[in-house]
């Protein structure tokens, strides 16, 4: 089976401008979480979507963040107007019972 | 609210010598336990998994942790290392009442394996 598809995988913005992430999740996992790595630091959850719909998205860090899942297939992360601080590593990952199945990430550097 | 403890941020170990990774969590409720590792321009794999029953899991490269309730502790030990075993590795917990089931991690140990 195909994995979790993000892209893409590298990213390079100025701040200020407008970047959206993708993720395609493992086919009929209703459960899509995503996460988010800085500077070394520990992988901070952002959202879980259930299906088309926000479960939890009390890890988002502010409102220049959204998310979407367009019929509860691949999901979107935004990020208007970016800022230095949101550079870092964002992962997505579906999920069906306790198998989490991870994407490689996309590398977002904001310059 | 979950927490995890990585103690060691970075590890430095000789070929096929042993090492363990110590991984401590904080939850006052039940937990399902995990170790991911991400190899060098990779994203995250899982190595091995405590759900239930025997509280030793060994993973398929010779990897083993084992869940201790009363010390709070999932250490990930192999007797001997590879050069190929370079990478980062990550403790995660998550709960096991609802359906959330989001991810609590680490810090995230760095383990270099040196020739």
């Known amino acids: 089976e195909a994995g979790v598809t993000q892209f893409p995988s590298h990213s390079v913005i100025e701040k200020g401008q407008t970047v959206t992430l993708r993720c395609d999740p493992i086919?009929?996992?209703?459960?899509l979480y995503w996460y988010r790595r800085v500077m070394g630091k520990e992988i901070k959850f952002l959202l879980h979507f259930v299906k088309e719909s926000k479960q939890d998205e009390s890890g988002m860090p502010n409102n220049r963040f959204l998310a979407e899942r367009t019929g509860g297939t691949y999901s979107t992360l935004k990020v208007q107007p970016a800022e230095l601080e949101d550079s870092g590593v964002y992962f997505c990952?579906?999920?069906?019972?306790?198998?989490?199945?991870f994407g490689s990430g996309t590398r977002l550097t904001v310059v | 609210a979950q927490s995890v403890t990585q103690l060691d941020s970075q590890v430095p170990v000789f070929e096929e010598a042993p090492v363990e990774l110590r991984c401590n969590y904080s939850?006052?409720?039940?937990?399902?336990l995990f170790w991911y590792v991400q190899y060098p321009n990779q994203g995250l794999q899982l190595l091995l998994k405590y759900l239930s029953g025997s509280t030793l899991v060994e993973s398929i490269n010779g990897f083993e942790a084992e869940f201790n309730k009363s010390q709070t502790s999932f250490h990930l030990r192999k007797p001997s290392v590879h050069i190929s075993d370079t990478a980062e590795y990550f403790c995660a917990v998550t709960i096991i009442s609802g359906s959330a089931r989001q991810l609590t991690f680490g810090s995230g140990t760095q383990l270099t394996v040196l020739p």
């Open positions: 990952a579906s999920r069906q019972g306790t198998g989490y199945t």
């Open positions: 086919s009929g996992h209703d459960n």
């Open positions: 939850s006052s409720v039940s937990v399902y």
